[in-house]
């Protein structure tokens, strides 16, 4: 069973940065569409970035394109969110997601298709 671990939330200032990272187990990891998605209370869960772990570039949502950063690192088998330029708006809970990897690049961010979530970090920017 996908066990996911998210770390590195917290309050940061407006224009502030965090890195969250997320540690993947219990499956193959480079075999795997993983994304971040956040979520606001009463609102949907939103989509952030997504990879496939068996390589390529990651995916972005023009919300974040520019600011956030996904990356990974296969020997720890662990996907990071570096976010930079944080607003007001980008407080949420942020989630880290794994699915099967089939057509990543072009649905990464249909959280339907997500097996396992991650227990949440919050993130707080305060103006």
């Known amino acids: 069973q996908v066990q996911l671990a998210e770390s590195g939330g917290g309050s940061v200032p407006v224009g502030g940065s965090l890195k969250l990272s997320c540690a993947v187990s219990?499956?193959?990891?480079?075999?795997?569409?993983m994304a971040w998605f956040r979520q606001i209370p009463g609102q949907e869960r939103e989509a952030l970035a997504g990879?496939?772990?068996?390589?390529?570039?990651?995916y972005y949502a023009d919300s974040v394109k520019g600011r956030f950063t996904l990356s990974q690192d296969n020997s720890k088998n662990t996907v990071h969110l570096q976010m930079n330029g944080l607003k007001p708006e980008d407080t949420a809970m942020y989630y880290c997601?794994?699915?099967?990897?089939?057509?990543?690049?072009?649905?990464?961010?249909?959280?339907?298709?997500?097996?396992?979530w991650g227990q949440g970090t919050q993130v707080t920017v305060s103006s």
């Open positions: 997601a794994s699915r099967p990897p089939a057509r990543c690049s072009d649905n990464w961010y249909e959280a339907r298709l997500v097996y396992s």
């Open positions: 219990g499956v193959t990891y480079g075999n795997n569409c």
């Open positions: 990879i496939f772990t068996g390589g390529g570039t990651p």
